[in-house]
């Protein structure tokens, strides 16, 4: 892999206050993610998951569900420890803004009636990181440091 490639994707600002985004985020995501993995967190696990996913017509639901799951799981694992945080901010928009178009966007924007209010805000804080990277505090900071 080209070096300056890896340089480009491990960029980071070197402020501090992408930890105060990352840690928060990153257990939503990730606590999120178990629940369509491993039905852990009260969730319903893949078999649960995949047939909503394929009841709102993401198709075929188990992998859907699968990738949504590993997306927020192992993306919310990245941003809590701060490695490879541009790649995973950018997967973790990608699935809110799914979950925004196929699930929420009917049911208009406040989160208690179901509306895209709550995947609005995670969109904008993973999109927040994809510009940012993982800050001052994290994995791929110190990694660019050391080249």
Same mark, same amino acid.
């Given at each position: ?49 995949g047939?909503?996913f ?22 919310g !694992?990245a ?6 945080v ?5 997967a ?6 799914i ?9 208009g ?7 895209y ?7 904008a804080?993973?999109?927040s ?13 110190? !990694?660019?440091?050391?080249?």
């Open positions: 892999m080209n070096n300056t490639f890896l340089q480009r994707i491990l960029a980071t600002q070197n402020g501090s206050g992408a930890l105060a985004l990352r840690i928060p985020v990153g257990i939503i995501f990730a606590a999120h993610g178990a629940q369509k993995l491993f039905g852990w967190l009260g969730g319903y696990g893949l078999d649960g998951t047939q909503y394929g009841s709102v017509g993401l198709n075929p639901g188990y992998l859907m569900a699968l990738l949504a799951g590993a997306a927020e799981f192992f993306g !694992l941003l809590i420890l701060g490695v490879l541009r790649p995973a901010a950018a973790l928009a990608f699935a809110m803004l979950a925004i178009f196929a699930v929420h966007i009917g049911n924007f406040f989160m208690d009636k179901g509306g209010e709550y995947a609005l805000a995670l969109f804080a993973s999109l990181l994809l510009f940012s990277g993982g800050g001052r505090f994290s994995v791929d900071h110190a !990694l660019t440091r050391e080249r």
